[in-house]
């Protein structure tokens, strides 16, 4: 399933919410109660700077910063560590974010499990505060990565309903429809989808969403059987971003008109696909093998819509190879729901491949 990264910058509700309770110094009852609740304050205090720090920098992304969220994580650990225990409700947040950046940097599900055990009883400690929806993002953010997906549609549902504007919705309906066809419900995610996009076109920031939902929906077309309507709104998703990437005889570039020309070299993302490649860090994919279908819907809309024959057979092959990237890994990785479905694709996939090839007069090594 795709999901949006940066969903806590459509969700700014429950950030700003997170500011005014956070920022708001003990009285004197709760030092009554708490001798330590000034110390413990300043320190969560410190700890959301750090936080702060970690989620700026993989926003940035890049090889180069690793080494930079690598510092700021053990930063952030060590403040954690030497923090007053009994830890209140706000550094175990803190700490739930900390895991959940050190999971990110480790891809490691334990990491991932640990702040799930953290953030849910966190759930109850925000409850009827608004920046209980920050934690319920939060928590199903960690559901996508150890994939407990009916854990993950009921998170929304709770993301959702502590919205207090239309616009803070987008991104979770986006997400929670991408359960829902991960799940296996794709009646339930097509009309979700089609909403997201609706919900898009009137916010002045959803450009990007609406790019996505509109892939989305092309997959859920095509996992629902309706593999025409599929190819058709692939053809409009690719026809919605007209970047891709490239290298020049200098230097790698985004390129917003064409992809071709005696200056280009190698093409990295063809025109169209760029929302849904590897090179967007905008999204991830778990499990990381959903990212294919998409490619491989994209490319048959491309084949469709190639200029000359060579082409067309050249994107139905690249469509061929995305397909069996998709079946071989949901194979491995097993109990996967759309595996049958996919294998029927990839065989008709293969025979308009065949058939572009002879059209074109290509000879490949592997007929």
């Not at 097993?334 to 002879?358: C, M, Q, V």
């Amino acid at each position: 399933m795709k999901r949006l990264a940066a969903a806590a910058l459509i969700v700014g509700a429950g950030l700003l919410a997170k500011s005014a309770w956070a920022d708001t110094p003990p009285n004197v009852w709760d030092l009554a109660k708490n001798p330590n609740a000034y110390q413990q304050w300043r320190e969560h205090l410190r700890l959301s700077q750090s936080v702060e720090m970690l989620d700026e920098l993989k926003e940035i992304g890049g090889r180069t910063n690793e080494l930079h969220r690598a510092a700021a994580l053990a930063t952030a650990q060590t403040a954690l560590d030497e923090s007053v225990a009994p830890k209140t409700p706000w550094l175990l947040y803190d700490q739930a974010a900390i895991t959940m950046a050190r999971a990110g940097i480790l891809k490691s599900p334990k990491e991932w499990q640990k702040a799930v055990e953290l953030l849910e009883p966190l759930t109850k400690s925000f409850d009827g505060t608004l920046f209980g929806q920050e934690v319920w993002l939060k928590l199903a953010e960690c559901y996508v990565q150890v994939e407990r997906t009916p854990d993950e549609i009921r998170a929304y549902d709770e993301v959702i309903a502590r919205a207090v504007v239309p616009e803070a919705t987008i991104t979770p309906l986006l997400n929670q429809g991408e359960a829902y066809m991960r799940a296996g419900e794709v009646d339930a995610a097509v009309p979700q989808f089609r909403e997201v996009y609706r919900l898009a076109g009137m916010s002045p920031t959803g450009n990007e969403v609406g790019v996505l939902a509109q892939w989305d929906l092309a997959l859920a077309l095509d996992r629902s059987g309706d593999e025409r309507g599929a190819i058709n709104a692939a053809k409009t998703a690719t026809h919605m971003d007209a970047r891709c990437l490239a290298i020049t005889k200098m230097h790698m570039a985004m390129i917003t008109t064409t992809c071709s020309g005696d200056d280009v070299a190698f093409v990295v993302v063809p025109q169209g696909l760029f929302p849904v490649s590897e090179q967007n860090d905008a999204v991830y994919f778990v499990p990381s093998y959903e990212r294919a279908w998409y490619l491989a819907l994209g490319r048959e809309a491309l084949a469709l819509d190639a200029q000359s024959p060579k082409d067309a057979a050249d994107h139905w092959k690249w469509a061929e190879t995305e397909m069996m990237d998709y079946v071989s890994k949901a194979t491995l990785h097993g109990g996967d729901k759309w595996l049958d479905l996919a294998k029927k694709r990839l065989d008709t996939i293969r025979k308009h491949r065949l058939d572009a090839d002879r059209r074109a007069g290509v000879t490949r090594l592997d007929l």
